[in-house]
């Protein structure tokens, strides 16, 4: 069901090159998303709406969502269910609250100073995705840290579904009427990127998109990245598990399988120093498989090229392992797992112990489950409120700490071969000027 590395004896050099991982052609899929997107630049809501017809067999007079149905939605929502998603968000807001920064004001030289204010992006578009499964949690994940982030204006977007009357699940409706959120859009894949973007006569342009989506929506952010601004290029989810002979192969097999069951390039990576408990795991696999909801999915998924369990002489190359791996979630299940963790460089979020969970983080922990896939931990975070937040500095300085700065300046300016650039600060003083 799911493939061995044997990486004992000594670790090669490009560890990337041997790890488990999904092959996505985001490169492939933008020749196919640039018409799309073209065409929504230039015909608008229109252009969506035809495109959701031959894509999602939903008929539209309009992208935007009547408010009375997300409100409906959330009358009708299951009792146990909006208690659920009420904790979520409790405990969200809780977390992305503390990230609010402060700003920071530095005194450089006496009657010279540089602010550092943070700013909300004025309007944000939030991609919710649709399909095989429905997340109202990433409804949560995505709001709540633009809300406390203090952005003004956000509209939440989902692909529309036939047999809710071409409106986005109800569940993801209820959540955004729980958040307050009360323009929603149902539209998917790359035309709902564009029309972010681009803006039509049902949808003002953003300045920033986030959310998870499939391929086509990664390569339409990739597409139109600097058009507006965007979060990350996520790709399918994947679970890393360093663990020990300490671990508890239950616990191991039941979190792997827990994001197999999200897609078939769903990635499940366990990385152990002992073979014993990778033949537990593996049998409690063969277990917990057959009688879990979405076998042939999480099966495919397994035995994928994505999926494997890597064996390794110690935590030391353990640690080497998923530090190139650079997991989108990341337990850590071995002795000292909080020490072990702290050594962790790169994750999208970390995991400790038997109590954590990554299912824990996809709903209640409080973290953000909008996190970098496919080795994009290295260099990038998941979402948080600094995601809706730009540094600005203010500079202010006065006569006398302009003139010390002056000459030196010059100088600069003048070994960059940019004279006017030291000529503006002349100016101030009466100095001499090139004519």
């Known amino acids: 069901m799911i493939s061995r590395i044997d990486l004992r004896g000594s670790l090669p050099g490009d560890l990337r090159s041997v790890l488990p991982r999904a092959e996505l052609d985001v490169e492939a899929a933008l020749a196919k998303v640039r018409p799309i997107c073209d065409d929504v630049r230039h015909r608008g809501s229109q252009a969506v709406r035809e495109y959701t017809r031959d894509f999602d067999g939903v008929e539209l ?36 609250r503390d990230q609010r920064r402060e700003d920071v004001a530095t005194q450089v030289v006496p009657g010279g100073s540089v602010t550092e204010r943070w700013v909300p992006v004025g309007r944000v578009g939030l991609y919710v995705p649709g399909g095989r499964a429905v997340y109202p949690s990433s409804v949560v994940m995505n709001v709540v840290p633009a809300q406390e982030a203090g952005v003004g204006s956000l509209a939440v977007t989902s692909p529309p579904q036939k047999e809710f009357g071409g409106l986005p699940h109800p569940t993801i409706l209820a959540a955004c009427a729980l958040l307050g959120v009360e323009e929603v859009h149902a539209a998917g894949g790359a035309q709902a990127i564009a029309m972010f973007a681009y803006g039509t006569d049902e949808c003002a342009r953003a300045d920033l ?25 996520a790709g399918p989810t994947e679970i890393a ?10 616990h191991v097999a039941a979190d792997l399988i827990s994001q197999a069951e999200h897609d078939t390039l769903a990635a499940a990576v366990l990385v152990t120093d002992s073979a014993e408990l990778a033949d537990a795991v593996q049998a409690e696999l063969a277990v917990q498989v057959a009688r879990t909801k979405h076998t042939e999915r999480i099966t495919e998924a397994l035995a994928g090229r994505q999926s494997g369990i ?22 850590i299940q071995t002795a000292d797992a909080r020490a072990v963790a702290a050594r962790v460089r790169n994750a999208g979020a970390i995991f400790i112990g038997a109590h954590a969970p990554v299912s824990l983080g996809d709903y209640l922990a409080g973290s953000n489950h909008v996190l970098p896939t496919g080795g994009c931990a290295c260099h990038s975070s998941g979402l948080s409120v600094q995601t809706f937040l730009r540094g600005i500095h203010v500079v202010e300085y006065d006569e006398a700490a302009l003139a010390e700065a002056t000459a030196r300046v010059v100088t600069l300016a003048e070994a960059e071969d940019l004279p006017a650039h030291g000529a503006a600060l002349k100016a101030r003083f009466g100095w001499e000027t090139p004519s």
């Open 61 to 96: 007079e309009s992208t935007r969502v009547p408010v009375a149905e997300i409100h409906r939605a959330l009358a009708s929502l299951d009792p146990a269910v909006r208690d659920a998603l009420e904790e979520c968000v409790r405990r969200a807001r809780i977390v992305h």
């Open 209 to 233: 998109v986030t959310g998870p989506g499939n391929i086509w929506v990664a390569a339409a952010k990739r597409l139109l990245k600097g058009v507006i601004g965007i979060d990350s290029e």
């Open 241 to 250: 598990v360093l663990a020990d002979a300490t671990a508890d192969p239950v």
């Open 310 to 331: 890597v064996l390794v002489d110690g935590v030391d190359d353990g640690l080497r392992v998923v530090d190139a791996y650079a997991a989108e979630h990341l337990e």
